[in-house]
């Protein structure tokens, strides 16, 4: 094949393309033409990309192009010949047909004839970003309509190609993983979760989470995939505080109830209405006409909850010890074979969720922290409402002997950073004024570098409690 008539053939072949003549496109290529398009999981959103082999597969890609793209303007802007191989570059400006974004393009080809003059080879490179933009402009859109019509095979589709799961509905304030929880859709929650949906953001209007929404709607599967993917069980509603359990009741939805009252939902927090969630179950059962039997059977849960509760701290002795202060009787029940990290059930009262050596070390029982400790106690047990460890506890109240204890306990974790404010046992002693036990941090080798979430470090505290003049200040900022 000579250069001159490969030159003719892809001038004419060209041109065909430019006026949309995909008879002579096609017939310009070998039955076992090579055509490659570069494919990869970034511009995978783009249907035709990929390897095709043979003339059907070579139209079937320009038929799934031409669902997609609309072509304004196609140029061939250089075109290089030797022998039966050629190097090309075309202009191409489109728009995709869906989202009727434009986009411009200019890509390189290679082809390669054989000695009839048909193309048996043919790579195209090029950018496809701007394509790519074009493709994806709508995805997360789509997302909440696949969402709402509960079309599990376009969500994974969607979410494959980038598509957003906290993605906002305008209208409704509800990103797609709340709008899921709310329809019931158990399987596309799991996926949502899964593509990094955030299950403790909230709708933009009324400020509720995605358990609020799976909650109303009522489906156990989805409130329990919530949970299980660590959804805070007693999430406040911005607008009417009203937690998942409050919601559960108002929608008379009691096995739903008592899920979450088997998830330790909190019993004793109130509405910004006033009401506490007694009360507001009360005012429930009096002013509905229909599904009493619903209310009474969640009222039933309710009660077995409470005397669960009851029965739970009335059994916890060695917190009860604890509590007190008693050492002996800390002692007794070690010896007895009490379970040393057992939690206080979730009463809504100081000690909720806490084992007892999170108590002991907040309470400054230094002989209790002691055996505790002898006993096997877990020194990084973290306690659920601000996301602290024992020697959190211990600095915030100022127990430099506890704190000594702690440091030199098997595994400690000098460094937690508490889930509320991100502050590290050293920065809650010196926020605090406890120079001693800052001190016994730093010299157990107590981390200076990290950050609070307000941007804070601990020699940034340390001088706004001592002063930049103060000598621990000044250690702090040399080590910092």
């Not at 406890?434 to 804070?456: I, P």
């Amino acid at each position: 094949m000579d250069t001159q008539r490969t030159r003719k053939v892809l001038e004419e072949w060209f041109a065909a393309i430019g006026r949309g003549d995909f008879d002579h496109v096609l017939t310009t290529l070998s039955p076992s033409i090579v055509f490659e398009l570069p494919k990869d999981e970034w511009n995978s959103v783009i249907d035709y990309l990929g390897e095709h082999v043979g003339r059907d597969a070579v139209a079937e890609a320009f038929r799934v192009r031409g669902e997609t793209t609309e072509v304004v303007s196609y140029e061939l802007r250089e075109l290089v010949a030797e022998g039966a191989v050629a190097y090309a570059r075309v202009y191409t400006k489109a728009f995709h047909t869906r989202t009727k974004v434009p986009f411009e393009i200019e890509d390189s080809h290679r082809l390669e004839l054989d000695d009839q003059g048909r193309i048996v080879r043919w790579k195209v490179y090029f950018d496809p970003a701007g394509e790519v933009a074009a493709f994806k402009a709508d995805l997360d859109e789509r997302l909440l309509g696949a969402v709402l019509r509960r079309d599990l095979p376009e969500v994974q589709r969607l979410l494959k190609d980038g598509a957003d799961p906290d993605h906002r509905d305008p209208a409704s304030g509800l990103t797609a993983l709340q709008a899921a929880a709310g329809v019931g859709a158990a399987g596309i929650v799991r996926e949502l979760i899964a593509a990094g949906g955030d299950v403790f953001t909230t709708d933009s209007r009324a400020g509720g989470t995605a358990l609020h929404k799976a909650v109303q709607g009522g489906d156990l599967e989805t409130v329990r995939v919530l949970v299980e993917a660590g959804a805070f069980v007693d999430a406040v509603a911005a607008t009417t505080g009203h937690t998942p359990l409050m919601d559960a009741l108002w929608y008379k939805w009691p096995a739903v109830a008592g899920y979450l009252l088997s998830a330790d939902a909190g019993l004793g927090l109130s509405t910004h209405y006033g009401f506490s969630m007694r009360e507001h179950f009360e005012y429930e059962l009096n002013v509905n006409t229909r599904g009493k039997e619903q209310l009474l059977e969640a009222e039933r849960l309710l009660k077995e909850r409470t005397a669960h509760d009851e029965s739970e701290a009335a059994e916890q002795r060695l917190m009860a010890a604890v509590t007190k202060g008693d050492l002996a009787a800390v002692r007794t029940e070690l010896s007895s074979g009490a379970e040393v990290d057992r939690r206080f059930p979730v009463v809504t009262g100081f000690n909720d969720a806490h084992t007892p050596l999170l108590v002991a070390s907040r309470d400054g029982h230094t002989d209790i922290v002691r055996a505790l400790l002898a006993a096997g106690a877990d020194v990084n047990a973290v306690e659920p409402t601000f996301g602290a460890v024992p020697l959190h506890k211990a600095v915030y109240n100022g127990h430099a002997d506890i704190t000594a204890l702690l440091v030199e306990a098997p595994g400690i974790d000098l460094d937690f950073q508490g889930a509320t404010n991100g502050y590290t046992p050293l920065h809650d002693a010196l926020w605090h004024g406890y120079e001693d036990c800052a001190r016994v941090l730093t010299a157990a080798g107590a981390r200076t570098d990290l950050l609070g979430h307000d941007g804070r470090s601990p020699h940034d505290i340390a001088v706004a409690t001592f002063g930049a003049e103060h000598p621990l200040a000044r250690e702090l900022a040399r080590e910092s």
